[in-house]
């Protein structure tokens, strides 16, 4: 990856974080225009996005996980992002929301590091769709869960 995409990126956090938006956005979209491959600024561009136009932000991580060169790790990091946008998306997006956990906590498994947190989600989007046994299961598993 450039340095200059690299810059970008640093610099969109740091906008991010002041909650200057429009100016993260942009940085986010340049730092991948830059280096398409930039997983953390897909996932960073997909949040900002995501708060104005969810669908939008859904397309972009889709694209990013459509490589074929991606390692484990990255196509994690992607799915878990995925999941989180799509609840955004609203109940259009729960059932993909859904298997986008899904696919992280098995990619968690493979790679030895348990998405424990999926949980809580997973509990969020349940409930929402009226499966409150099964949220509750799913805080009750979080509350198992070792840390």
Request: charged share 30%.
């Amino acid at each position: 990856m450039s340095a200059l995409a690299r810059r970008y990126y640093v610099r969109a956090l740091e906008q991010l974080r002041r909650g200057e938006m429009d100016d993260a956005t942009e940085g986010f979209r340049q730092a991948l225009e830059l280096a398409p491959m930039f997983v953390e600024a897909r996932v960073g561009y997909a949040n900002a996005v995501a708060r104005t136009d969810a669908l939008h932000a859904a397309n972009s991580l889709r694209t990013g996980l459509a490589r074929t060169d991606l390692r484990p790790h990255q196509r994690l990091l992607l799915q878990r992002s995925l999941g989180d946008v799509l609840l955004a998306v609203g109940p259009a997006g729960y059932r993909e929301a859904e298997d986008a956990y899904h696919e992280a906590w098995r990619l968690g498994d493979r790679l030895g590091m348990p998405q424990v947190d999926l949980h809580d989600r997973l509990a969020r989007l349940r409930a929402k769709t009226g499966r409150f046994t099964d949220a509750l299961d799913e805080l009750l598993a979080a509350a198992r869960a070792r840390p």
